[in-house]
Antibody, heavy 119, light 108 residues
């Protein structure tokens, strides 16, 4: 079955760090461009960042609100995508979705993991 | 950054009716780069339309997309009970992706 499963969410204090994981199965993960998209409670969707496949350079791009604080990486041997979040702010509170990226649109989505930043 | 504005914010219709949802961009968007998603409460979004008018795998043909430049439309020809949800448009540009604020399609 083709699926993405996120994990690692939870409650963290402002200024803290958290690492999310996304386990992929049912497709060739190493060939896939991957992204993280988040959704604050009751709000719309916001793109967080993307990582290209290694064959396409493996480079990353980030949305302005998270640039310099968040880092996306991948381990193709484990079919896993990561999101390292540092210097967390209350406005980072959201459900974080892992998705495959077909260059310009988000194809397969995980079910999401909730990150709450609160003191 | 390209801003996408969706209208209306909420659309109240009955099953069997036709729904027309609008997405307007602050500057021209390549049709290749415009997509639509459906999100139901408590669920992840689902890709409906990509490239402005291509249906994603498994999407019923009552869903159609059209438009170009700055004006795009998602049409649901005959609403089924399962179509009542929130719909988002999304565009790509300058290595960045943005979403509209969403249109809530509710049962009248």
């Amino acid at each position: 079955e083709v699926q993405l499963v996120e994990s690692g969410g939870g409650l963290v204090k402002p200024g803290g760090s958290l690492r999310l994981s996304c386990a992929a199965s049912g497709f060739t993960f190493s060939n896939a461009w991957m992204t993280w998209v988040r959704q604050a409670p009751g709000k719309g969707l916001e793109w967080v960042g993307r990582i290209k496949s290694k064959t396409d350079g493996g480079t990353t791009d980030y949305a302005a609100p998270v640039k310099g604080r968040f880092t996306i990486s991948r381990d193709d041997s484990k079919n896993t995508l990561y999101l390292q979040m540092n210097s967390l702010k209350t406005e980072d509170t959201a459900v974080y979705y892992c998705t495959t990226l077909r260059r310009w649109h988000f194809d397969l989505w995980g079910r999401g993991t909730l990150v709450t930043v609160s003191s | 950054e390209i801003v996408l504005t969706q209208s209306p914010g909420t659309l109240s219709l009955s099953p069997g009716e036709r729904a027309t949802l609008s997405c307007r961009a602050s500057q021209s968007v390549s049709s290749n780069y415009l997509a639509w998603y459906q999100q139901k409460p408590g669920q992840a979004p689902r890709l409906l339309i990509y490239g402005a008018s291509s249906r994603a795998t498994g999407i019923p043909d009552r869903f159609s997309g059209s438009g170009s430049g700055t004006d795009f439309t998602l049409t649901i020809s005959r609403l089924e009970p399962e179509d009542f949800a929130v719909y988002y448009c999304q565009q790509y540009g300058d290595s960045s992706y943005t979403f509209g604020q969403g249109t809530k399609l509710e049962i009248k």
